[in-house]
């Protein structure tokens, strides 16, 4: 079917903005992307998974300027010991960067890749990203596969003694940045990887997550600091037998976040843990969106979403779990709550079950409310102030989303970022 001749306006306007990169063992891969997008064309308003969130400013030829933040606050993660991979503004930086170099794992960066003809990438580039077109597309995770200018490729074959650190550094106000990451965990492997930063002006990322049997991946990412930043994120991820994924982001500041991740479980016990916590102020929209698709026998996924939001902010939530025939024994799980600390504030949430299994104990829930008026007055009967007495609350209602990271020392230094943001704003 035709596009709508606005849709395809609006596709081929941004596609004349941007350049192919020299491809080489990518090529094929980017092409198909590029005629992916051109069918489905770039988002707009009257897409079903886009009626919550303007893409405007997403898909524009050029991107909306944004004001460089600065702070003396020391960076997300900065007191753990960590390899440190960082791009700024896009674009990798050797200088800031440690040695791409760490027991049990490998690195690559994607210019490097493009390089080669052979190369284990090769086979998963691109490739989890176009599965995840259906059910529902996600033009713009295609817009970034075709148009990637570096990222990097991770095996992981081992345990590194520590975490991968992904750091994105923003230095120009105008800055477009398209980023690929591509991972594969092996057999037995385990690896953490953190990610922070608000990275460009505008900033489109995907990642690709390849966990083989009994792999495990633990991801912690934190979005924030500069106020005027947009970004849209694409987490696709496969899932192997007995495999484990669990990944938790917290986002705080950014005029628009788009936060997309699509799991499909493929092998019988594995497990699947997506989360996230956002505390919003004034001109703020942030969405997750979530697609987990069981396709295996016994496993057990959660999605767990608190948004905290004033000042008119929005949150939105679209959360779906499908179970494929077959999928007998699934245990499903899905809540998105929201804490809305004024009248101005919207919370808006679309969670889907679709079944076609029997055997499956599958829940979602989703709420939106003010402060316990009782817990407050509890509070302040014993003499804690009504400012220190909201955050209190505000932290208790945030935690079980916090709870889902399995690294005491990283979940207590998301707290203290928490505490830290909520102070400033008393």
Not at 194 to 215: H, Q, T, V, W, Y
Not at 387 to 409: Q, Y
Request: proline fraction near 4%; include cysteine; hydrophobic fraction near 40%.
């Amino acid at each position: 079917m035709a596009l709508p001749q606005a849709k395809q306006t609006v596709t081929e306007e941004r596609l004349a903005s941007l350049t192919m990169p020299d491809a080489g063992c990518t090529r094929k891969a980017r092409e198909a992307a590029l005629e992916r997008l051109r069918q489905m064309g770039l988002p707009s308003r009257r897409d079903e998974y886009w009626k919550y969130t303007r893409p405007d400013t997403l898909v524009s030829p050029d991107a909306p300027p944004a004001a460089l933040f600065v702070t003396d606050e020391p960076t997300m993660f900065h007191e753990f010991d960590r390899l440190k991979v960082v791009f700024v503004d896009g674009v990798f930086s050797p200088e800031e960067s440690d040695e791409l170099s760490l027991e049990g794992v490998t690195i690559d960066r994607l210019e490097d890749i493009c390089c080669k003809d052979i190369h284990w990438a090769k086979e998963l580039y691109g490739v989890l990203e176009a599965n995840g077109q259906s059910p529902v597309q996600h033009p713009l995770a295609a817009l970034n596969t075709a148009f990637a200018s570096d990222g990097v490729a991770i095996h992981v074959t081992g345990k590194p003694s520590k975490p991968i650190s992904l750091i994105y550094r923003h230095a120009s106000e105008t800055s477009d940045a398209i980023l690929h990451h591509v991972v594969r965990v092996e057999s037995g492997a385990e690896v953490t990887i953190l990610e922070n930063g608000p990275a460009a002006s505008r900033f489109n990322k995907c990642m690709e997550i390849d966990i083989a049997d009994g792999g495990t991946l633990h991801h912690v990412r934190a979005q924030g600091r500069d106020h005027q930043r947009r970004a849209a994120t694409h987490m696709f991820t496969r899932m192997g037998q007995e495999s484990v994924y669990k990944s938790f982001t917290l986002t705080v500041n950014g005029v628009l976040t788009r936060n997309e991740q699509v799991v499909e479980l493929t092998g019988d016990d594995a497990v699947a843990h997506v989360a996230g916590a956002c505390v919003g102020d004034g001109e703020f929209h942030h969405d997750d969106t979530v697609f987990v698709t069981h396709d295996a026998v016994n496993c057990e996924s959660r999605q767990v979403f608190k948004k905290v939001l004033r000042n008119g902010a929005t949150g939105v939530f679209q959360g779906k779990i499908l179970v494929k025939e077959g999928a007998q024994k699934t245990d499903g799980y899905q809540i998105s709550q929201s804490l809305l600390l004024d009248d101005d504030s919207q919370f808006l949430a679309k969670p889907e079950l679709e079944i076609y299994a029997d055997d499956v104990a599958c829940s979602h829930g989703s709420t939106s409310g003010a402060i316990d008026e009782t817990a407050l007055f509890y509070l302040r009967s014993r003499g804690v102030p009504t400012r220190e007495a909201t955050d209190m609350l505000t932290l208790a209602f945030l935690a079980e989303a916090v709870e889902e990271i399995e690294d005491e020392a990283l979940a207590e230094v998301i707290v203290s970022r928490l505490q830290d943001w909520l102070a400033r704003r008393r």
